[in-house]
């Protein structure tokens, strides 16, 4: 059963695992955050069966669904369908990759007025293959990403150790050598980092990986460093 676990006040996540090419495990969270008006704000969103559901429900209203980059997106269209009154909102270029799901907004650089002020944004530029999109929650001060930056402590199975290792996340707080590899513009890549580690927050939200609590500011500084 998939757990809802209280993060600060007004924020919440779940888990879900997830095993890649056979050998290679982790867990993706889904986070949510209530809004002024009892509206939730759900970012990569994972299987939601009933129990989830009913959790859900007893914090407020499913208004918002946010797939935050090309591969956090496996589960919106049946998120989308169980809300279908929910506005869908997904990184630049989600869309062309699953045509078949609704996607009411495309986010730009400039948060959603639905959002009404709450939860502010930034794209991650020049890696097209992957369109981060990273969220600040204000009212708690938590930055939300996804794949810009993984937090594995202790990765399940021989393999994935050794893949986490190759990519220079293994055990800790980091970002993955392979981007700056893939990137097709690494000057706007590093310009959105230092966008990203400039931002006011202290708790930390990684979708694979172990929460920071506090103090994640000057972590993420270290973390995102050596692509500045």
Do not use: C
Not at 60 to 82: D, E, I, K, Q, T
Not at 114 to 141: I, K, N, Q, T, Y
Not at 179 to 188: G, Q, S, V
Not at 189 to 199: F, G, K
Request: charged share 20%; glycine share 6%; aromatic share 8%.
């Amino acid at each position: 059963m998939t757990e809802l676990v209280s993060i600060a006040e007004d924020l919440w996540a779940a888990e879900h695992p997830l095993r890649f090419a056979g050998f290679v495990r982790m867990n993706a969270r889904m986070t949510v955050a209530r809004l002024p008006g009892d509206e939730l704000w759900v970012h990569s969103p994972i299987p939601i069966d009933d129990t989830l559901a009913v959790a859900l429900a007893k914090l407020g209203r499913v208004a918002y669904l946010v797939a935050p980059n090309r591969f956090h997106n496996l589960f919106l269209g049946a998120a989308s369908a169980r809300y279908p009154e929910a506005r869908v909102f997904a990184a630049p270029r989600v869309q062309e990759k699953i045509p078949s799901v609704r996607i009411d907004e495309v986010l730009s650089a400039e948060p959603p007025a639905a959002w009404g002020g709450s939860v502010d944004l930034r794209l991650v530029e020049g890696v097209p293959m992957v369109s981060e999109v990273v969220f600040l929650h204000h009212a708690s001060r938590t930055l939300v990403v996804s794949d810009i930056l993984f937090n594995i402590e202790k990765p399940e199975g021989l393999v994935s150790k050794l893949v986490y290792a190759a990519l220079g996340t293994n055990g800790k707080l980091a970002m993955g050598r392979e981007w700056p590899l893939i990137a097709k513009d690494r000057a706007a890549l590093r310009a959105s980092l230092r966008e990203v580690a400039a931002l006011d927050f202290d708790r930390l939200i990684m979708a694979h990986g172990e929460v920071v609590a506090s103090g994640a500011k000057d972590r993420v500084q270290a973390a995102l460093s050596p692509y500045l």
